[in-house]
């Protein structure tokens, strides 16, 4: 099964159709034995210190990984970022497939840009809705498991995060991760509901350091709504495929954004929202219009490099927590 890298979610139903393997390269990034490693590497080779850390993890992680020769990158609806990298892969001899998520959510420009990533494929629409069906199952799934964090409480923030995070490219293997979330899901039913007081929703981009979710549990708060991560399981799921990738938020700006935020935060009961933003990310700048925008509290917390939370981030925890409390 030949690999393609991917550096976010993209209709991924296409590669599963045409027998090709995606990887996740930000999943990839960040699960590796030394991410922090990956980023000096693409330092060492060039790129500046104040680029993003998961661009530069992005960019050692295709170096790294001899399978991986072609490359799916979203040039629109992402990262202002990755043109310059899939300059610096193309450069390297990666061959790279642009795709772009069209601002304005505009469907006919969507659907060309789905069926220019078909024809790359070589795959036509019967292939891709038959590969979506399977995919559906598993989404169904990890849907559920969203559901059990925030309505019966069965289920960590950072298992939340996990596996739907995961849905971005079902680990390049949906039967295998299939299976790991059934037994997931069994065993948390046979779990009591956990106690803490206080319920998070987090929005943003996945974030960088891991111990987040587990420190915030220790504090008695616990993350029941994951904004970015909840999008990749298509939680809006519809019977055309083009309007499956239109109801998926991330892509297109904060305002469309905020509307299914808002909605969640409702629905979930949440106390206050955690927005992460990465050092060195475009996104910052939208952190003044959930400022504006949400009704909550709002602890903005940036991450650098991938570690552990710092001394000051616990203590600025603390204190939101405390407010909160
Ligand atoms: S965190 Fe921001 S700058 Fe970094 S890869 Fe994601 S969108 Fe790009």
Known sequence: MPKVGITTTIPVEVVYAAGWQPVD???????????????EEAEMAGYPR?????IKGIYSTVRKDEQIKTLIAVT???????????ETLQLTG?????????????????????????????????????????????????????EMTWRSNLVSGWDN??????????????????????????????????????RLG???????????????????????YNETQRQFTMPDSVGDFVEQYRK???????????????????????????????????RQIEDLIIRERLSLPVLTLEGDMPNSLDARTRMRVDAYLEMLR
């Open 76 to 86: 629109q609806g992402d990262c202002s970022n990755t043109h310059a990298l899939m």
């Open 161 to 198: 995060h996990f596996y739907q995070v995961c849905c971005s490219d079902f680990n390049g293997n949906p039967e295998e991760f299939n299976k790991r979330v059934e037994d997931f899901l069994k065993g948390s039913n046979e779990t009591a509901p956990k106690q803490e007081k206080i």
């Open 248 to 282: 998926y938020t991330y892509p297109y700006g904060i305002f469309y954004r905020l509307a299914d935020i808002e909605r969640e935060i409702e629905r979930r009961n949440i106390d206050g929202i955690i927005h992460y933003a990465q050092s060195f990310c475009f």
């Open 50 to 54: 104040n680029i993003c850390a998961w």
């Open 94 to 146: 990666i061959n790279v497939i642009p795709f772009a998520y069209p601002y304005d959510r505009d469907y006919d420009m969507l659907k060309l840009q789905i069926e220019k990533l078909m024809e790359a494929f070589g795959v036509n629409w019967q292939q891709v809705y038959e590969a979506r069906q399977k995919l559906n199952k598993v989404r169904e799934k990890v849907r559920k498991l969203d």
């Open 202 to 224: 987090y929005i943003g981009v996945p974030p960088i350091c891991d111990d987040l979710y587990a420190y915030l549990e220790e504090r008695g708060a616990r993350v029941v």
């Open 25 to 39: 390269l930000n999943n990839s990034f960040i699960a590796s034995s030394n991410p922090r490693l990956l980023v």
